[in-house]
């Protein structure tokens, strides 16, 4: 394995973290709405989780799910069910002022690592970059590199995002526009959500 084959990989990373869905909407929400640390927490979660993918498909998890599709169908059902939950809860609270209460940072921890935990086509598009990037017969110490690699990347860049996001200027504009942000924020979870039930 070498250092092309690494860039190529974060290259597809950051076009991965950088494309809207379910994982970016959860960290700019917490983040708006939440303050800086949260953020942070939304992150860790996040990139926590993604890596563990990654480490599913070095595994062959995507093999796995070739041999049992149903094992597949159930896991996506979940995941869709979840990110609908996800919708339909930040609908249901869109005109609600914030609350004082800070949400705790263990607890943004967790939702970050359940949204891409809800999503198991991040397995499959983790094995599918590394069956086209990287080399077959990568040894143990190649596989650790990926992995941490990864969690490196999304800390950092997530990290970035969070700092750029957390801004008094844009925590204000968001306090503003939160019922309307909000709901285009389940809207479009949602509709991930559903097109993640439908698809086959």
Not at 7 to 32: C, D, E, K
Not at 35 to 58: D, E, F, N
Not at 64 to 76: A, H, I, Q
Request: charge should be positive; include cysteine.
């Amino acid at each position: 394995m070498g250092w092309e084959h690494l860039a190529a990989f974060n290259l597809a990373l950051l076009v991965a973290i950088l494309s809207p869905g379910p994982a970016m909407l959860y960290f700019v929400r917490q983040t708006l709405s939440q303050g800086r640390r949260t953020g942070v927490y939304s992150v860790l979660g996040l990139g926590l989780m993604a890596s563990c993918w990654t480490v599913t498909a070095l595994l062959g998890l995507d093999a796995v799910f070739r041999l049992f599709p149903w094992g597949y169908v159930l896991f996506k059902t979940a995941g869709a069910l979840y990110l609908i939950h996800l919708a339909w809860k930040t609908w249901r609270t869109a005109r609600v002022p914030l609350g004082e209460a800070p949400v705790a940072p263990g607890r943004a921890f967790v939702g970050g690592v359940l949204v891409n935990l809800a999503n198991p086509k991040s397995a499959l598009f983790a094995a599918a970059l590394l069956v086209v990037i990287f080399p077959q017969g990568l040894n143990l110490l190649d596989k650790a590199v990926i992995v941490g690699n990864q969690l490196l990347v999304e800390w950092l860049v997530g990290g970035v995002l969070v700092l750029m996001l957390s801004t008094g200027r844009a925590r204000q504009g968001y306090l503003r526009a939160k019922p309307l942000l909000d709901r285009i924020a389940a809207g479009v979870m949602g509709c991930l959500g559903l097109r993640l039930l439908l698809s086959r």
